[in-house]
């Protein structure tokens, strides 16, 4: 069975701190995609990467695919209460089927 | 990105009775679209797969004749839960995906169903 494992499960923050989110695994992903949840929505696609070692920005968030693209990360720079949320890792192997972390969940507080 | 419509966004039903939930994608055409349940502070969990014009894949524990998918177009997907009782009371949300290759799944605001 793969599995998308995240950490942390939970993150409370003070506005203005740095976090990392991990997503790993022991499969290989031909690609790997972060989205954003809030509550009572549905989550928005952030990035996808492809490429191992690939490193993408967007605004104050990097994302950073393993160069064996087995495992993906998330940071924030100095974080923002617009960042809370839910923020999940999915991974596809080639087929079908995507298989979703189990989810980090932020709150960061002003 | 690509826009996903859901409606309902809430359902309030009684049990027994059946409710149908559609998903759209706005601007493109998909492929293939998923549908997922997700509990309170959990994360989503695959319900079942549908491809234009062909029968819908369930995933395991998911009852294909309580839930009913019909993918008709390649811009329309819907999910009838039947018969309805408390314990399907959950969020649903669809979501498309617009290429074979390219895993990018965009989301619709799903559905609060509330069954009294």
């Known amino acids: 069975t793969q599995l998308l494992e995240q950490s942390p499960q939970f993150l409370s923050i003070q506005e203005g701190e740095n976090l990392t989110v991990y997503c790993n695994s022991s499969?290989?992903?031909?690609?790997l995609q972060w989205y954003r949840q809030e509550p009572g929505e549905g989550p928005v696609l952030l990035v996808t990467?492809?490429?191992?070692?690939e490193v993408k920005k967007l605004k104050r968030l990097t994302f950073q695919f393993g160069d064996a693209r087995k495992d993906s990360s998330l940071h924030i720079t100095a974080a923002q209460p617009g960042d809370t949320g839910l923020y999940l890792c999915?991974?596809?192997?080639?087929?079908?089927?995507?298989?979703f972390g189990a989810g980090t969940r932020l709150f960061v507080k002003a | 990105g690509a826009v996903v419509s859901q409606h309902p966004s809430r359902v309030i039903c009684k049990s027994g009775t059946s409710v149908k939930i559609e998903c759209r994608s706005l601007?493109?055409?998909?492929?293939?679209m998923f549908w997922y349940r997700q509990f309170p502070k959990q994360s989503l969990m695959l319900m079942a797969t549908?491809?234009?014009?062909?029968?819908?894949?369930?995933e395991q524990g998911v009852e294909k004749d309580k839930f009913l998918i019909n993918h008709a177009s390649l811009t329309l997907s819907t999910l009838t839960v039947t018969s309805a009782h408390p314990e399907d009371s959950s969020f649903y949300i669809c979501?498309?995906?617009?290429?074979?290759?390219?895993?990018?799944?965009?989301f619709g605001p799903g559905t609060r169903l509330t069954v009294l």
């Open positions: 979501s498309a995906r617009e290429r074979r290759g390219v895993n990018e799944q965009f």
């Open positions: 499969s290989v992903f031909s690609s």
């Open positions: 990467v492809v490429t191992g070692g």
């Open positions: 999915a991974a596809n192997t080639g087929g079908f089927k995507t298989i």
């Open positions: 601007d493109f055409q998909a492929t293939t």
């Open positions: 549908s491809n234009e014009g062909s029968k819908a894949t369930y």
